[in-house]
């Protein structure tokens, strides 16, 4: 039977396929999704993240294509960054989130999030 997901030939791409390189990491990220109404907020974990996104653990269950806002935590910064997202992907628990809709302050601080986590790789 053929898999009518329209992402799932996004899972089956290589490290090598990839637009951008990923960088393991600990982030703490609150997260933001529409539920019933009303915004439901909770807290978890960005483990890797990339220039057009990142790969996010947290307690509630989302699916492909919905949108989130993201408040991430950057080892440099007093204050958060605001992202917008949307799930792209699922993986044993862990959501991968595509960046949408970024300003260049919000771009250039991901940038420079890589870029500084490159040197420690």
């Known amino acids: 039977m053929p898999n ?3 992402f799932a030939a ?3 791409y290589s490290e090598k396929d990839r637009r951008w390189r990923r960088y393991k990491v600990d982030l703490s990220v609150r997260m933001k999704a529409w539920r019933g109404g009303a915004f439901q907020t909770v807290e978890g974990h960005g483990s890797d993240v990339c220039e ?3 790969a996010l653990a947290v307690p509630t269950d989302l699916q492909v294509g919905e ?3 993201l408040e991430v935590r950057l080892p440099y910064s007093e204050h958060p960054l605001m992202l917008s997202g949307a799930v792209r992907n699922v993986k ?3 959501y991968g989130i595509e960046f949408v ?5 919000q771009r250039q601080a991901i940038i420079r999030l890589c870029e500084s986590l490159q040197k420690t790789q």
């Open 4 to 6: 009518l997901n329209p």
């Open 67 to 69: 949108s989130v806002t």
């Open 92 to 94: 044993a628990g862990t």
């Open 52 to 54: 057009g996104g990142l």
């Open 101 to 105: 809709g970024l300003g260049e302050q």
């Open 10 to 12: 996004l899972r089956s």
